[in-house]
């Protein structure tokens, strides 16, 4: 079957390449047919690849390919992937794509495309990288009503915190090796300021609760403010700091979604989540934690988990696959501060008797090197807004939640 590829960055020349050298055992999982790439875009000159032959700076070549069926858009960004793909979907090509910023900015949008033409949107390499998560929870956790998710679901910020953790690692020589490594976005802003996991949370919240979930209902804060005196404070409580989404089903109508850093106990099973592993624990009624772990990012991972979309989508030319979700409301996603209990981590400039009067008997942590006028301590649980009341009169240097997970 001819298919085609949008976007020859990281993933997309990883696509092409899983193709060429897994076409036996795709055909196995296809019952016959190969894929075949018959067009390459990008606007990029590749003269030196073997596939030179293949590339186009027209889109136009594939959308007028009546024999091109699947298409796999690695572009990345908004646009023009939206434009590209909802061409293609309203076409009747099914389009798979690992753009998590398109999916969860357009992703209602281009589901109800897809279903109009009976097309399949296919993201499974959004979410996770090489893990299998997008069908694991809207088909083999369909008979749960989810309660809770929460992931380390970026990689690129998870191989930095592991750095500085386990090797007391600079920040910026930890970011660096990770985009060495193919691990982070065009600009990394996406990664370090959590905005990158927050489209993942978009998606999997969208997909968990069967409502679209946008970027800016979803409040995001990212680990340039962690230091390494944090990192020591909280691994004196057997603890690591992680980068977490977070979901919480609250009742039909309201759900809370946020990423932040995270003080995650060791025994937890997102506690030895390192380098660029990503891990996602759902939390269902019936199976209880289910946790999905695997390489989150990189090139051939996300290029497995595009291929495997393709391979399905090549499996159901003119079948619908019963996936997606409808549109949400005003004040479905509500305001976490005010919601959800949890308790602290707290590192302030401020002496013991004055956090003892604001908190009454907390649990204070140190470090080797603490400064005399330094405190850091973990709070009761409390709603983030009832602590930082408690905190008005106290110079504080850092706040990190404490999961449960
Ligand atoms: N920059 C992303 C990450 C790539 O580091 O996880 C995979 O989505």
Redesign the pocket.
Known sequence: MKVAVMGYGTVGSGVVEVIDSHNDVIKKRTGGEALEVAHILDLRDFPDDSHAALFTKDFNDILNDSEVKVVAETMGGVEPAFTFTMQLLEAGKSVVTSN?ELVAQKGLKLLEAAEKSGANYLFEASVG?GIPIIRPMSQCLAANNIEGVAGIL???TNFILTKMIEEGMDFDDALKLAQDNG???KDPTA?IEGF?ACRKVCILASLAFGKHVYPNQVQTEGITNITLEDVAYISSVKGVIKLLGQIKYISDDKIAAFVSPAVVQHGSQLASVNDVFNAILVRGDAVGDVCFYGP??GKLP?ASAVVADMVDAAKHIFRKKIFGWGAGFEGYVVDYKDTIEMPFYVRAKAPTNKVQSAFGEVKFLSRIGQPSNEVAFITDKMTENQLRDKLTNIDVINIIKVTSY
């Open positions: 998590k990288g970026n990689g690129t691990y982070a976005e990664d990158d989150g990012a996300t």
